[in-house]
C-alpha cells in the first residue's frame, strides 16, 4: 500500500511499510517492532503531556459551552443549574459536530449509565479524572510508566492483558485511539469483555482508513502514525473484530469531530516531510481556514461515506453461550 515510511512525529530510526488485506481491507504494518523495542518509541509520546492552561477567558467560556451540551445531551444536569445555560445546550445539540466534539469528552456516556468505569490506555489520567468529576467510579490502566506515575492512585501501570484484574466488575469499558496500537486486537477485546458485567458497555474509537483525511494526504496521513499504529481498520473490519470477541454492536459510525487537527497536522506533514513532538499538538490546535472547511465538508458528508476521521463503535457484552458460537 506505502513503502518507505518514516516516523514523522517521534523520530524514531528505521523504515515501514503498511499492507492491506484484499478481503477485509485491514492495515497493517510491516515490519512489526520487536517487543523489547516498544518502549522505546513511546519516549516523548502524547500520553506524557499535559494539557497547558491555555486562555482564562476563553477557557472559562469553552466551559461553559461544554457543561451546557453535557447537561442538555447527556443527562449531567448538576453541571449547571441555570435555564439560560440549560437551554443555550439545547440549541448547541442541534449542531451535530458540536454535540459530537463534547460527546467524545465523555465517550458518549450517558449520565444514566454511572457505575464503575474502565479506561484502557489511559495516559495521564485527564478523562478519568474529567469522569469522577460527574459521578463515575473510575480505574485505568497505562502500559507508558511515566503516564501512569503522573496519573497518580486512579491509574495502573501495565497492558490491560498484563494488569490482572479479576471479576466481571466494570460496567463500562472505554478505549480511546488504543486498539490500532496493541499486538492482538482481539485478544485486547476478549480481555476487554472478560471484566465487563454481563451487559456491560464497550465504547471504542479508532481512526477510520476510510476517512477524507486519508484519501485527501494519502502517506501523510496524520494516523498512519508508524511505527506506533500496528493495525488500521474500516468500520466494517472492526465490526467483525468485536463480534469475534463476544461482543454485539449497538453503534458503529463514524465521526469528524477530529477532521480540523487532522487536517492542519497531515498538511503540516506533507509540506515538512516530519513534524517535532514539542510542535504536533500546537500544529493539531491551530485554527486555520483550510482546517475549517475541511471539517465542514466532512462531517457534511458523514451520514453518506462514513468519511469521518474517526470509527465510534458501541457493542455490548453477549451472554457467553452467545459468544461461544461466534
Known sequence: MFVGLRDRLFGAPGLWRLLRCSRCSMVWLDPRPIQEDIGRLYATYYTHDSPGPGSKKWGLLRKALKDSLLAACFGYGALTAKPLHMAVGRVLSLIPPARDRVGGRVMWLDASRRGRLLDVGAGTGQFLADMRALGWDVMGVEPDPAAAVAANQSVVQGTLEE????????????????????????????????????????????????????????????????????????????????????????????????????????????????????????????????????????????????????IVLVATKQSSDVAGQV
Open 163 to 310: 494488569a490482572h484484574i479479576q471479576g466481571k466488575g466494570f460496567d463500562v469499558v472505554t478505549m480511546n485511539h488504543v486498539i490500532e496500537h496493541v499486538r492482538d486486537p482481539i485478544d485486547t477485546l476478549r480481555h476487554c469483555r472478560r471484566v465487563l458485567k454481563d451487559k456491560g458497555r464497550l465504547v471504542l474509537v479508532t481512526p477510520n482508513i476510510q476517512s477524507l483525511g486519508r484519501r485527501w494526504f494519502g502517506a501523510t496521513w496524520l494516523h498512519w502514525d508508524p511505527p506506533r499504529h500496528l493495525f488500521l481498520f474500516t468500520p466494517e473490519t472492526l465490526r467483525s473484530l468485536a463480534e469475534a470477541a463476544g461482543f454485539q454492536v449497538v453503534e458503529l459510525r463514524t465521526s469528524g469531530r477530529a477532521a480540523s487537527s487532522a487536517w492542519n497536522a497531515s498538511a503540516a506533514i506533507r509540506r515538512r516531510g516530519a513534524l517535532t513532538p514539542g510542535s504536533l499538538q500546537a500544529v493539531a490546535e491551530r485554527r486555520s481556514v483550510r482546517g475549517l472547511l475541511f471539517a465542514i465538508v466532512e462531517n457534511l458528508l458523514l451520514n453518506t461515506l462514513s468519511c469521518g476521521e474517526e
